[in-house]
T-cell receptor, first 111, second 116 residues
Framework: GEDVEQSLFLSVREGDSSVINCTYT??????LYWYKQEPGAGLQLLTY?????DMKQDQRLTVLLNKKDKHLSLRIADTQTGDSAIYFC???????????FGQGTELSVKP | GAGVSQTPSNKVTEKGKYVELRCDPI?????LYWYRQSLGQGPEFLIY????????DSGLPNDRFFAVRPEGSVSTLKIQRTERGDSAMYLC??????????????FGPGTRLTVL
């Protein structure tokens, strides 16, 4: 079945850029998503990219998609302590509405 | 407008008991999804509804789990004979439709279920 993989932890200094990486296996993915989860909270949609795009920029967020390598990344510019959270990559499966999530990357931002 | 709401926010029950978890989707959203998130893991799909019907229930772990959406709006996830392994955060999401950019899913805050 489809699988989505992420590295588990990332630690950066405030003001630096953060890059969170994700790989997926489903070659027929149409949309790929990034969600943010703060402690004890639900999932907040950050951004998404359509599979025929290579890049999408939204304020401090840049999403890069390498469809050939099935690699997705999320870059956060000028990372702030408020960005500390768990970030999930999700793939819209080719079987309708369900999302396949990675295990999440915990981003720690140190002042 | 209001987002997805879920009640209760926390539920503690004893092994063997029956529980119901409720989800109220965003008004006008026809698709509704249930996921389960164990500690330290990403959400895992359970079931989704398009309107009143379950379009995909392939993620339900066994026949103790059942979900309904009788009027195409509010949904209830029902768990019979709860087991300690059912302890998790249960997340609900809704989207305008299922499929395409309109299937962008918006999540509720979740119900944390603890089975003692």
């Amino acid at each position: 079945g489809e699988d989505v993989e992420q590295s588990l932890f990332l630690s950066v200094r405030e003001g630096d850029s953060s890059v969170i990486n994700c790989t997926y296996t489903d070659s027929s993915s149409t949309y790929l998503y990034w969600y943010k989860q703060e402690p004890g909270a639900g999932l907040q949609l950050l951004t998404y990219i359509f599979s025929n795009m290579d890049m999408k920029q939204d304020q401090r967020l840049t999403v890069l998609l390498n469809k050939k390598d099935k690699h997705l990344s999320l870059r956060i510019a000028d990372t702030q302590t408020g960005d500390s959270a768990i970030y999930f990559c999700a793939d819209s499966s080719n079987q309708g509405g369900k999302l396949i999530f990675g295990q999440g990357t915990e981003l720690s931002v140190k002042p | 407008g209001a987002g997805v709401s879920q009640t209760p926010s926390n539920k503690v029950t004893e092994k063997g008991k029956y529980v119901e978890l409720r989800c109220d989707p965003i008004s006008g959203h026809t698709a509704l999804y249930w996921y389960r998130q164990s500690l330290g893991q990403g959400p895992e799909f359970l079931i989704y509804f398009q309107g009143t019907g379950a379009a995909d229930d392939s993620g339900l772990p066994n026949d103790r789990f059942f979900a309904v959406r009788p009027e195409g709006s509010v949904s209830t996830l029902k768990i019979q004979r709860t087991e300690r392994g059912d302890s998790a955060m249960y997340l609900c999401a809704s989207s305008l439709l299922a499929g395409g950019v309109t299937d962008t899913q918006y999540f509720g805050p979740g119900t944390r279920l603890t089975v003692l």
